[in-house]
């Protein structure tokens, strides 16, 4: 995506806060930007800032502090981590765009109202939607057959399925963790959830700018899931994956607990039980969602799981693995502005339809939620799926 330049920096009007500076800078080190804007070339949503990536840089480093305040550049930051990997100073922008957040929230500058109404919606209902938290197994309902590990619930497991606010709560999405407990339930997976007592991961907040608030659902979740005797922990939500594995560990220990992404966890269940699978003659593409891809390193397993089942021609995009393009769907961006989202899943199904694929499978709730919407929106005749749904569907055609 190549950069663009939408505003010009207005030098003369500016007074200079050379603390603010030192206020964002020692975490992140802008510093030493060298302004060569490759982070403005690769930003999914540059083209809808007021001030590039490589300009807003440019301005904290000159301390105008009103001026970058006044932006809402880094209120559209998918956080994906593009900028990041590419940046040849190796800056830690993702986490700069998260910074100036925290700082906005803690001079209560400019923080639009719905981001404000968000947080307190996570920290008061301890999810995403505010829905009653007592409805997380909602999902469950219209199962042939709820086994044990959703209800009624196991009271000891070694596996927990910690299913996220997304899947919980999101129509749309039902079908990932019905799929994946049905997946558990025909390989003899002992597994238990956490139903009414998992609470939001507090990612959605940590990239809000609203980190702080994320400690007491950090330590309820660990000390929920060492109640049922957990030994491994298995996401469908990378975002709650990227959590537990990175951010956790500010807040409360979580040693002796394996993490895996639901991804993982397949390739590796179809090596040691030797599933028969049927056979899913179709194109497919597969969209690495960026909390699993760029932020966790996981790039084969969801292929090893794609190679695995009979039939399939699949076909990489141009942009796959660590250069994958962000669906649209992170950052909270949809909170701030969701036409800037839907602009970015637009993008992205373009570089879909070019691999002419049917399907286009992720490992995301979230991104098989934008890209259904996308696809929607921009009339796109390709279908969304998720690996797990994938799995489940190819062993119940097994012959």
């Known amino acids: 995506m190549a950069e663009t330049e939408t505003r010009s920096i207005d030098l003369a009007s500016q007074s200079f806060d050379r603390s603010f500076l030192e206020a964002v800078d020692p975490a992140v080190l802008l510093r030493s930007c060298i302004q060569c804007g490759t982070c403005s070339a690769t930003c999914p949503t540059a083209y809808a800032m007021d001030y590039s990536p490589?300009?807003?840089?440019?301005?904290?480093?000159?301390g105008m502090r009103e001026q970058v305040l006044s932006s809402r550049t880094f209120w559209l930051c998918t956080t994906c981590k593009a900028c990041q990997v590419r940046c040849p100073r190796g800056i830690d922008l993702m986490d700069a765009m998260i910074t100036l957040k925290e700082y906005a929230f803690g001079k209560d500058v400019n923080v639009p109202e719905g981001m404000k109404a968000f947080g307190d919606t996570i920290t008061a209902n301890y999810n995403i939607s505010g829905d009653d938290n007592e409805n997380r197994?909602?999902?469950s309902q219209n199962l042939p057959r709820v086994p044990l590990g959703v209800e009624p619930r196991r009271k000891q497991a070694e596996v927990l399925y910690?299913?996220?606010c997304v899947s919980s709560f999101y129509p749309r999405t039902y079908s990932i963790p019905q799929a994946l407990v049905q997946v558990m339930e025909r390989t003899d997976t002992e597994f238990t959830t956490l139903g009414r007592d998992e609470?939001?991961?507090g990612y959605p907040l940590h990239i809000a700018g609203?980190?702080?608030?994320?400690?007491?659902?950090?330590?309820?979740?660990v000390e929920q899931a060492r109640a049922v005797g957990v030994k491994k922990v298995v996401?469908?939500?990378?975002?709650?994956?990227?959590?537990?594995?990175?951010l956790y560990p500010e807040y409360t220990d979580v040693s002796g607990i394996k993490l895996e992404h639901a991804a993982e966890f397949l390739a590796a269940l179809l090596v040691e039980k030797s599933l028969k699978l049927g056979r899913f003659e179709e194109v497919v593409t597969y969209h690495d969602p960026c909390d699993l891809g760029r932020k966790s390193g996981?790039?084969?397993a969801p292929r090893?799981?794609?190679?695995?089942?009979p039939g399939i021609e699949f076909r990489e995009m141009s942009a796959c693995r660590e250069d994958a393009m962000c669906c649209g769907g992170g950052g909270d961006v949809e909170v701030a502005d969701a036409d800037v989202t839907m602009g970015v899943a637009g993008e992205r199904l373009a570089q879909v339809q070019a691999t002419d694929a049917k399907y286009v499978l992720s490992a995301c709730q979230q991104c098989k939620r934008t890209l259904q919407e996308g696809a929607r929106q921009h009339k796109i005749r390709v279908r969304p799926l998720d690996l797990t749904e994938l799995v489940w569907k190819s062993l119940q055609d097994a012959i």
Not at 304 to 309: C, H, N, R
């Open 54 to 62: 490589r300009q807003l840089w440019r301005m904290v480093n000159l």
């Open 137 to 139: 197994q909602i999902w």
């Open 162 to 164: 910690f299913i996220g």
């Open 199 to 201: 609470w939001c991961c």
């Open 210 to 221: 609203q980190g702080d608030r994320m400690a007491e659902m950090a330590r309820h979740n």
């Open 235 to 246: 996401f469908t939500c990378p975002s709650c994956y990227y959590a537990w594995a990175h």
């Open 298 to 300: 996981v790039y084969d």
């Open 304 to 309: 090893e799981v794609l190679d695995a089942i």
